[in-house]
């Protein structure tokens, strides 16, 4: 719902905030006061084109800046929460507009495209009343109107269920024909899985290979130095360390006993004895293992050349050759289920269109029958909004396709034959701007405003009507607003009286420059601007009584 708007410096408005709230809120004054430019501001903050001509004369901008507040299952938040723009329980948008005709916009305080507004306004503010500004000539909203009109979500559901089964089923198909001939690509894969497999590539493997091919290629120094290291330790020729420790130990022994202390070092000496015997023994059993083996070296060469020639011919690390096989071998399989796989789904691929079909079936016989029904209501009302013999039909259009369409099996267009004799035509033909809104007022309220979008502003809704028919006119709108905020600019009374909430537009000329002012009236002025629209400039004790009558009236 739109709670706050507030303009500065915007055509002939220097400066203007109003609050809104729920019901029917009407907008009057003088001709020529500036009653529009409300809805063109709101036009603006929805994305339409911005030029010049919108900044008042001598200022460098024009600032726009309206204020909703959303429920929780509004649409409108789902779509800031997707576009991460969402701030708490309200949404601002704002739009500023230069002197040059640039413009920048807003919402929630971050910089926005204007493609971005005129989506996010899409689900908060619909505007009735000249064509750039009309909500309800697109295909699209009609359809959703029309949707929401026959309460069919079950049926649009197993559509859009079907249609998704079906599209998943097509694109299966395509990717595994883009693939074309399947033989040549499965020999080559079948020849680099071979070559993989011929060889262990699993990494404990690989790592087993590189510790005994570095055995092998230093062989020789590894022996020599577990000789010689052996020979300096314990060896039984020439002096060695585990000789030399024994003698020490021999040789404090002998003074121990003066000297307890030197009992701990003989300890510590008995143990590093046994360490070097370990150590002489693991010495031993490495130099057993050891020899020079050319033949061994040479199979260890080949084998590791041929796990690297592999590494670059995969262009992965060694280490991921294994995955590699079973990438391979997963897609051999694949490919090989591939024909089987396409003669399936031929088969799966008519039964998900049937499906479709079925569904999409039983979806056009709902829209249809509230098709009918929605027809009836709105040429009733169009006749009661003074335009007798006008009617309303909601066309269907057939649509034969082998893609799947989530939306139905029809199209739907709203055709409008506003006087008798003439054929209908679609409402976005309809030239009139009054008889436009006034068909859009009669479309919401016989569908009880069953639309999404929270806010809906008529523009010469009463234009070209007086009398029985305004009064009508305000009934109607009046209704409306007990399902959706509705904002309307008017100049019949019997209109503006049956609103909730009324804002007078006025004009005057300060040093030389007309400016507009918006103020919003109490029940008093109300009265008083009732007996103006009434009386015109003379306020007469009839006008003002004939105001307290239209307002009694709907009280």
Same mark, same amino acid.
């Given at each position: 719902m739109l709670a706050h708007l507030a303009i500065k410096d915007f055509a002939v408005v220097s400066s203007a905030e109003l609050d809104f709230g729920p019901g029917l809120t009407v907008i009057s004054g003088e001709t020529g006061a500036g009653k529009s430019l409300l809805v063109d501001a709101l036009g603006l903050l929805s994305g339409l084109r911005a030029d010049s001509g919108?900044?008042?004369?001598?200022? &460098?901008?024009? %600032?726009?800046?309206?204020? =909703?507040?959303?429920?929780?299952?509004? !649409?409108?938040?789902?779509?800031?929460?997707?576009?991460?723009? /969402? #701030?708490d329980n309200d949404c601002q948008v704002r739009r500023v507009v230069r002197a040059d005709g640039g413009s920048r916009a807003w919402i929630n305080g971050r910089p926005v495209t204007v493609a971005q507004l005129t989506d996010l306004?899409?689900?908060?503010?619909?505007i009735h009343g000249q064509h750039e500004h009309q909500a309800l000539l697109t295909r699209a909203s009609q359809l959703s109107l029309l949707d929401a009109y026959a309460?069919?979500?079950?049926?649009?559901?197993?559509? *859009?269920?079907?249609?998704?089964?079906?599209?998943?089923l097509l694109r299966e198909r395509e990717a595994l024909l883009a693939k074309g001939d399947v033989t040549d690509r499965m020999g080559w894969l079948q020849h680099q899985f071979d070559e993989l497999d011929r060889e262990t590539l699993e990494p404990e493997s690989l790592g087993k290979l590189n510790?005994?091919?570095? @055995?092998?290629?230093?062989?020789?120094?590894?022996?020599?130095?577990? *000789?010689?290291? =052996?020979?300096?330790?314990?060896? /039984? %020729?020439?002096?060695?360390?585990?000789?030399?420790?024994?003698?020490?130990?021999?040789?404090?022994?002998? +003074?121990? #006993?003066?000297? !307890?202390?030197?009992g701990e070092v003989d300890g510590m000496l008995d143990n590093a004895a046994i360490q070097i015997d370990e150590a002489l023994s693991l010495l031993d059993r490495v130099r057993s293992d050891l020899e020079v083996d050319p033949d061994a070296f040479a199979v260890l060469e080949r084998r590791l050349g041929r796990i690297?020639?592999?590494?670059?011919?995969?262009?992965?690390? !060694? *280490?991921?050759?294994?995955?590699? @096989?079973?990438?391979?071998?997963?897609e051999l399989d694949t490919l090989r289920g591939a024909d089987a796989r396409l003669a399936g789904l031929d088969g799966e691929i008519a039964q998900a @269109?049937?499906?479709?079909?079925?569904?999409?079936?039983?979806?056009?016989?709902?829209?249809?029958?509230?098709?009918?029904?929605?027809?009836?209501?709105?040429s009733?009302?169009?006749?009661?909004?003074?335009?007798?013999? $006008?009617? =309303?039909?909601?066309? =269907?259009?057939?649509? %034969?396709?082998?893609r799947p369409d989530p939306q139905g099996g029809e199209r739907v267009e709203f055709l409008v034959a506003a006087n008798p004799g003439q054929p209908a035509r679609p409402l976005r033909k309809v030239a009139s701007g009054g008889e436009l809104s006034r068909i859009s007022l009669a479309i919401e309220v016989a569908a009880l405003g069953l639309d999404a979008v929270p806010t809906m502003v008529f523009d010469e809704v009463d234009s070209?009507?007086?009398?029985?028919?305004?009064?009508?006119?305000?009934?109607?709108?009046?209704?409306? $607003?007990?399902?959706?905020?509705?904002?309307?600019?008017?100049?019949?009374?019997? +209109?503006?009286?049956?609103?909730?909430?009324?804002?007078?537009?006025?004009?005057?000329?300060?040093?030389?420059?007309?400016?507009?002012?918006?103020?919003?009236? /109490?029940?008093? &002025?109300? #009265? %008083?601007?009732?007996?103006?629209?009434?009386?015109?400039?003379?306020?007469?004790?009839?006008? @003002?009584?004939?105001?307290?009558?239209?307002?009694? /009236?709907?009280?």
């Open positions: 919108a900044v008042r004369h001598g200022a &460098q901008r024009a %600032e726009l800046t309206a204020q =909703f507040v959303l429920d929780d299952a509004s !649409p409108a938040r789902a779509w800031l929460r997707e576009n991460e723009l /969402d #701030e306004a899409g689900l908060l503010v619909e309460r069919c979500e079950p049926q649009r559901a197993a559509v *859009e269920q079907a249609a998704h089964q079906w599209a998943s510790a005994d091919h570095r @055995r092998h290629a230093h062989a020789a120094a590894l022996i020599a130095a577990c *000789e010689g290291a =052996f020979t300096r330790l314990g060896g /039984d %020729e020439g002096p060695s360390l585990s000789s030399a420790l024994n003698q020490v130990r021999s040789e404090l022994q002998h +003074v121990a #006993e003066h000297e !307890p202390r030197l690297h020639e592999l590494s670059r011919k995969h262009r992965v690390p !060694p *280490e991921q050759l294994a995955e590699q @096989r079973d990438t391979i071998a997963t @269109r049937g499906r479709w079909r079925t569904a999409a079936d039983a979806l056009g016989a709902v829209r249809r029958s509230a098709g009918a029904s929605l027809s009836d209501a709105t009733a009302l169009i006749g009661e909004l003074g335009m007798g013999g $006008g009617r =309303f039909e909601v066309a =269907f259009e057939p649509i %034969e396709t082998e070209g009507i007086g009398g029985g028919v305004a009064e009508i006119v305000g009934q109607k709108l009046r209704a409306l $607003g007990a399902s959706r905020q509705v904002l309307c600019v008017t100049h019949l009374p019997q +209109v503006a009286a049956q609103g909730h909430a009324h804002y007078r537009v006025s004009k005057a000329a300060s040093q030389g420059v007309t400016q507009s002012a918006v103020t919003r009236l /109490d029940a008093k &002025q109300r #009265e %008083e601007e009732l007996a103006r629209m009434l009386g015109g400039v003379e306020m007469t004790r009839e006008a @003002r009584a004939a105001a307290k009558r239209l307002l009694a /009236d709907v009280e």
